[in-house]
């Protein structure tokens, strides 16, 4: 390696190696839905997990890293789906990649040491009363970072430089010597990227400077220090590490041992067998054919959400359900009951080719009412052939249904939140056995997001433009999503000002993309005005600050405002009058060659009839519209500009207009060219008030 190409960044993040075992652990538990916490607490076993989540939380969703709990926090703002990403990818890069017998006893040693600190310094935090046991577990395992990016990038020659032992400043020394940097320097950079608030990197940075430089510091840098010297012996206290915890920490000799052997019965199962290389190879072997296979089990898992999120009607999403069931298990039926809040019983759902008495039945909520009650407060699988309880009536009716000899019942339920279950029709033992297979728990999670969303109304009866309506905004807000992130990623990457300032333009138009969809979507569950007085100037220059870069800059459009200083607040809708702005805004732009003038007005008016208005007008000195054009402009279809046009805009302009209870008129000639007055209600308030006021 040359002094050229020393430089460590995102690229050596993506290309560090996860301990196998605990990629199986993070697959399972992703396949049955468990929450953020849990996840956290798999991924902080492994060094390039915790480096891989933190890298991509940093790029999408900075601002919601809680340096308090790093990971837990990270994963919620990425969601499952990315952090399923993160995982595969480690998996795929491990099957991909074949290992000498070296590179495997090093790699292993490095895994355990990691695990060894990260344990160590959960420990040690909450024995100190350190607040942030989850900062000090991520500490721990980071603290090999460096030396996992260098045998990423180098392999084995990075192995036969380090594999012997040798105190830390000599590993230093030789890494300087040959890679122009340490490890402890290239985590020192990997880390300061994401830029935490907390003192993690100087626990790292700062690993191997004499103790008394350390005593008076954050508890965080003593903490690491005494986890690493656990991972540097394992197995036994050295007289030095005692003497270190004393010095740090003031631990009496009973409080380190104790401490010591709370750490090692966490990590002690994880030990490689260094001495056996036959069998670190069989086991990367078995864990690699476990990974390979949960692969193909959360490719399933997504084909069944896939399957369920087609689903049109309770109706619908009971029958695609019946089908995943069926087809995955030995089960000969599967009735589905839905949990009512209002009635606290479980509603029977009957699929098509089903009978109509699955939808007579109303279990009350009572765990002996029903095996299927019974499950879904206890929040696991029960079956009748080893259930305690009787078998109640109900549960004879259920079993007539299925024309089985016996019921499994899975439950579909969150910590704090109940959905409803399934009745499972089997003739033995040997049949509930199948059923507790994780494939048919990944379902289960699966079904339970299905209901969640059923629960919210995502199912209500429609008609066929609102349905279209709801696929759309379904279809368009995965790529919104993705534009969001690729800008946020450029927005960090890019340090010109003004390209920043683009990169943040783009984030905020997606996010008034987003804005507009949902109103649409939830259109009559929106109060006709919010409880909240907007600014119109601020919304006008909002407006005109969106389309700056795009529009109005390219163009050489000038842009003059005239805005009322003491205009009165308005009780209105502000995402649908930035809407209406930015339309009427964009209209004229594409209008006008260059050096046109837009003119922005604001004042107080009034209407006809003396009610009070907020007024805003779009002027331009463009050539106006035609008269015949302007008597149907607001009517869908109607367009000015040509081919590739389809003449939406001002109809939508129309109808968010209405749906503001505000009023819009047009005025256009060939000589002064095109104005829009749009009146926006400012209240009760009439002109006659006004001047009985004075």
């Known amino acids: 390696m040359t002094e050229g190409n020393n430089q460590f960044g995102e690229q050596d993040i993506s290309r560090l190696y996860s301990k196998p075992q605990v990629l199986v652990k993070l697959f399972e538990a992703c396949a049955e839905g468990c929450g953020a916490s849990a996840l956290a607490e798999i991924i902080q076993q492994d060094t390039s997990l915790s480096a891989r989540i933190l890298q991509a939380a940093n790029k999408t969703c900075r601002n919601q890293i809680d340096a308090a709990e790093p990971l837990t926090s990270a994963i919620r703002g990425l969601g499952l789906a990315v952090v399923k990403g993160v995982a595969l990818q480690s998996a795929q890069q491990l099957i991909e990649r074949k290992f000498s017998a070296k590179e495997l006893r090093f790699l292993n040693g490095l895994w355990f040491s990691s695990t060894v600190a990260s344990q160590s310094a959960r420990c040690l935090a909450a ?116 003497q270190l915890g004393k010095r740090l920490f003031d631990f009496r000799p009973s409080e380190i041992d104790y401490l010591f052997d709370w750490a090692q019965s966490l990590f002690a199962q994880s030990a490689p067998a260094f001495d056996d290389p036959e069998k670190l190879q069989r086991e990367l072997d078995e864990s690699l054919n476990r990974l390979t296979g949960l692969a193909f089990a959360l490719a399933d898992q997504e084909g069944a959400r896939a399957r369920l999120s087609g689903s049109q009607s309770p109706e619908e999403l009971a029958r695609v359900a019946r089908n995943i069931y069926l087809e995955n298990s030995s089960a000969s039926e599967a009735l589905f009951f839905l949990f009512e809040t209002k009635s606290n019983r479980l509603i029977g759902l009957p699929a098509e080719g089903q009978p109509r008495t699955v939808g007579e039945l109303s279990i009350p909520l009572d765990a002996t009412a029903s095996l299927a009650t019974h499950a879904l407060l206890k929040g696991e699988p029960l079956d009748s052939l080893t259930a305690m309880q009787p078998v109640s009536v ?44 994780l494939r048919l728990k990944m379902y289960a999670q699966v079904m339970t997001t299905a209901l969640l969303h059923l629960a919210q109304g995502a199912f209500e009866p429609e008609g066929e433009k609102n349905h279209l309506l709801r696929k759309a905004c379904h279809e368009v807000s995965n790529p919104l999503t993705i534009i969001s992130n690729y800008a946020e990623v450029l927005r960090h990457l890019l340090d010109d000002g003004e390209n920043r300032n683009l990169a943040e333009s783009i984030k905020n138009e997606v996010q008034r993309i987003d804005d507009v969809l949902n109103y649409y979507l939830n259109q009559q569950e929106l109060p006709q005005f919010p409880e909240q007085r907007v600014c119109l100037n601020q919304l006008v220059r909002e407006a005109v600050e969106s389309l700056q870069m795009a529009e109005i800059a390219p163009r050489k459009i ?70 015949e054009i302007q008597a149907k402009l ?27 209870g505000a009023q819009i008129g047009c005025h256009s000639s060939a000589t002064n060219g095109t104005g829009f007055n749009l009146l926006i209600p400012v209240g009760e308030q009439t002109l006659a008030n006004t001047a009985n006021i004075g």
């Not at 090999?144 to 020394?173: I, T």
């Not at 007539?400 to 033995?428: I, M």
């Not at 107080?604 to 106006?624: C, H, K, L």
Request: aromatic share 6%.
């Open 127 to 242: 024995s100190v009363s350190y607040p942030h046991v989850e900062e000090a577990q991520l500490t721990g395992v980071l603290l090999n970072l460096g030396m996992h990016a260098l045998f990423s990038r180098e392999g084995e020659r990075y192995v036969e430089l380090v594999d012997k032992p040798q105190s830390s400043s000599q590993l230093r020394r030789i890494e300087d010597e040959h890679y122009y940097s340490d490890h402890l320097r290239i985590a020192e950079g990997l880390i300061k990227g994401w830029q935490l608030d907390s003192f993690l990197l100087d626990a790292v940075r700062f690993l191997h400077v004499e103790a008394e430089q350390i005593e008076q510091t954050s508890p965080l840098l003593k903490i690491a220090r005494l986890a690493h010297h656990f991972s540097l012996e394992p197995n036994s206290l050295s007289s030095e590490v005692r």
């Open 634 to 660: 607001f009517r869908p279809v109607v367009s000015t500009k040509g081919p590739g046009h389809a003449g939406v805009g001002l109809s939508i302009v129309k109808t968010m207009v209405d749906d503001l």
């Open 394 to 437: 109900i549960d004879h009716l259920l079993l007539r249904l299925c024309q089985t000899k016996a019921l499994c019942c899975q439950p579909f339920r969150t910590d704090t939140e109940l959905y409803g279950v399934a009745v499972l029709g089997v003739e033995n033992q040997q049949d509930v056995q199948s059923l507790q297979s």
């Open 558 to 627: 000038d842009v003059w405002f005239d805005l009322q200083e003491d205009l009165e607040k308005v009780p209105t809708n502000p995402v649908l009058i930035k809407q209406v702005l930015v339309n009427l805004i964009k209209n004229a732009a594409e209008e006008l060659g260059e050096d046109g003038v837009i003119t922005l007005t604001t004042r107080d008016s009034y209407s006809g009839t003396g009610s009070r208005y907020a007024e805003i007008v779009v002027q331009d000195n463009g050539p106006g519209i035609a008269a």
